[in-house]
């Protein structure tokens, strides 16, 4: 089956470089979740969409902007990036969003950015 | 400077035994609740889930419990195997909103 597929896998940036990752969510999933993962920490969720609007924002740096295109693929776009801005960034995505036993999310494999 | 990460807490367990994770979720609000299995390099991955009107589900091998009082959940892995070595998240949402808050994860160790 195919899942939520993530780019780039890896990704390595200087101090104050722009990253933009990209996901592709499951087919027919119209939402998509953002999560970042520091090392050692629980995801923190950043911004979802639904049917290519925001749908809810949570602990996201005004530096990151992220939007849903007509395919129902996301970018997440980080600008003047930081050190602390290293981690591994989650893409999920559902089937609208109402979330349960038989739509939850499933999450890609993430894409690992560190920034020197 | 360099960012330090924190510890997870750790279960070790010898192949074969009952695991028992916990997880305290924060908002008494939230009516649905996840377990999410997350290895090494990889993205979270559904592992069982439950309703806040249910205080008990068993899956294969898995059983989580759910106590509303005390806002705590626990997973617990019959027989556990060494494939089942990875972090364990709880999660949780309210009205089945979609997004889900992450709570602390458990590193389980399985030792052959």
């Known amino acids: 089956a195919a899942g939520v597929i993530q780019s780039p896998r890896h990704l390595i940036k200087e101090k104050r470089e722009t990253a933009t990752l990209k996901c592709y969510p499951i087919?027919?999933?119209?939402?998509v979740y953002w999560y970042q993962q520091g090392p050692g920490q629980d995801p923190q969720f950043l911004i979802s969409?639904?049917?290519?609007?925001?749908?809810d924002k949570g602990s996201i740096p005004d530096r990151f902007s992220a939007q849903q295109f007509s395919d129902y693929h996301s970018e997440l776009n980080m600008s003047s990036l930081e050190l602390g801005d290293s981690a591994l960034y989650f893409c999920a995505s559902s089937l609208g969003l109402e979330v349960s036993g038989a739509n939850v999310l499933t999450f890609g494999a993430g894409s690992r950015l560190t920034v020197l | 400077g360099e960012s330090v990460g924190l510890h997870l807490p750790t279960l070790s367990v010898q192949e074969g035994d009952n695991s028992i994770i916990n997880c305290a979720y924060s908002n008494s609000a939230s009516d649905y609740f996840i377990w999410y299995k997350q290895e090494s390099g990889k993205g979270p991955q559904f592992i069982i889930d439950?309703?806040?009107?249910?205080d008990k589900r068993q899956g294969q091998r898995v059983t989580v419990l759910l106590n509303k009082t005390v806002k705590h959940l626990s997973l617990q892995i019959a027989a556990t195997q060494p494939g089942d070595s990875a972090v364990y998240f709880c999660a949780e949402t309210h009205n089945q909103g979609g997004k889900l808050i992450f709570g602390q994860g458990t590193e389980l160790s399985v030792k052959p």
């Open positions: 969409f639904y049917e290519k609007m925001q749908s």
């Open positions: 439950i309703r806040s009107n249910m």
């Open positions: 087919p027919r999933h119209d939402t």
